[in-house]
């Protein structure tokens, strides 16, 4: 292990959640949040490391119901389709929990790391986390950056529909069909990239089968799609922001239009917005600098310069 990166589980907000930490413990702190139904490692090492030489500490994690944070088996699978049709009726399906009891775990790494600040990012559904922790805690947050997601906004365009329906096919089990199971998280992957920068299928096969060998939580995907479906719409709260926001956001993206990454930098007070031409709905190498300079300049623009400790 690199000696600068140090991994470990701890307790938050009444789960385990494992972490990494990279960088000095004394520095400002990034707190990245991940994605619907992925893990900590899609904030890459090296996309850690570009912040850390900017002067921060990082902190990535596991959300719960993924990677080797608790798992929520005994709720179940959500199925889909009775999420839409309850959605649709006006009902709440039963949930396993919300999206804020996922900032909440989030606040409560915080408190469990004695960090009293930090700076915090999140892509897609973790971009909606972090929201969240920015609208009802501001006292803890120095600066948020909303990466690839949404308001709620009812009125936003929806997903490409072929984009979508790849997003919801089930994965073959990669226990019986690994190559099944490669394949099919390949082509969503490829699906939901841009056409401005490269794509690597070798490092995406690697990092699938890293999330497979840290460990799946059976019915976890659909657990947290549950808690974006209920989350409605967040513009209120967003409003209430007053974190310094940049919104990051790519006219390629086909799961949230560009029209969401919009809509999210006009309903926060001052937000900055950032459309990456040919950028996915993902995040690739040939990006990593440039997000991360974007992301250093948001966090110089908190007038509070105290250290995360």
């Known amino acids: 292990m690199s000696p600068e990166l140090r991994s470990a589980h701890l307790a938050a907000n009444g789960i385990t ?12 702190t990034i707190l ?4 619907l139904g992925t893990q900590m490692i899609r904030w890459t090492a090296p ?3 570009e912040l850390v030489t900017r002067g921060y500490r990082v ?17 179940g699978a959500m199925d889909f389709a009775t999420l839409v049709s309850a959605l649709a009726e006006g009902r ?11 900032a909440s775990d989030a606040l409560g790494l915080l408190d469990a790391l004695s960090i009293r600040r930090a700076h915090i990012v999140g892509r897609s559904m973790g971009g909606m986390i972090a929201q969240i922790l920015a609208s009802e805690h501001p006292s803890r947050v120095l600066s948020l950056t909303s990466i690839m997601s949404a308001t709620g906004n009812p009125v936003m365009p929806s997903a490409e529909p072929d984009a979508m329906t790849m997003m919801m096919r089930p994965a073959p089990d990669p226990v019986s069909d690994e190559a099944g199971f490669l394949d099919h998280g390949v082509a969503f992957a490829r699906r939901i990239a841009g056409t401005g920068h490269p794509f690597d299928e070798e490092a995406c096969r690697a990092l699938l089968w890293e999330e497979v060998r840290r460990g799946r939580a059976s019915g976890g995907f659909g657990r947290q799609l549950a808690a974006v479906g209920v989350a409605g719409d967040r513009r ?33 007070p001052d937000a900055k917005m950032m459309m990456i031409p040919g950028m996915g709905h993902d995040l690739p190498p040939s990006l990593y600098r440039a997000i991360a300079d974007a992301i250093e300049q948001n966090a110089r623009r908190s007038s509070n310069s105290a250290s995360g400790e």
Request: include cysteine; aromatic fraction near 8%.
């Open 17 to 28: 959640l494992a972490y990494d930490s990279f960088g000095d413990e004394a520095a400002e």
């Open 32 to 35: 990245l949040i991940a994605g």
């Open 47 to 49: 996309f850690c490391r």
């Open 59 to 75: 902190v990535r994690f596991d959300n719960r119901d993924t990677g080797r944070s608790t798992h929520f088996t005994e709720h």
């Open 92 to 102: 709440r399906p039963e949930l396993a929990y919300t999206l804020d009891d996922m």
């Open 236 to 268: 209120s709260r967003l409003a209430a922001i007053t974190a310094p926001t940049l919104v990051i956001h790519g006219t390629d993206d086909p799961l949230f239009l560009p029209a969401c990454g919009e809509d999210t930098a006009a309903s926060i």
